[in-house]
């Protein structure tokens, strides 16, 4: 039915099919998936440190409530008027 030529010739398009389908695989398939398998990771890893931060927060409330103190807040990172001045007019040359 198939003679020995036919078979070589079966056989090498077999190959090359398999070649092409894993030059695309690992040029494309796989660096997607794991761009998306990323992906996943950073949307989970955020949201179990925002739900560590939320329960650190309310660990520290129920604490402070127990003690009869007040909440802790957030430190004002707002800096003073005068230090802005300072800041501005510290390395000024003066004017000859």
Request: hydrophobic letters at 40%; aromatic letters at 6%.
């Amino acid at each position: 039915m198939f003679g020995l030529l036919d078979t070589l010739k079966l056989g090498a398009g077999l190959a090359g099919g398999l070649m092409l389908y894993h030059l695309y695989a690992v040029s494309i398939g796989y660096p997607s998936a794991a761009r998306q398998a990323r992906a996943g990771y950073v949307l989970v890893a955020e949201k179990s440190a925002a739900e560590a931060q939320a329960a650190e927060m309310e660990r520290q409330r129920n604490a402070a409530a127990k003690a009869g103190g007040r909440a802790p807040q957030a430190p004002c990172r707002r800096r003073s008027r005068r230090a802005g001045r300072q800041r501005h007019t510290r390395n000024r040359d003066p004017i000859l």
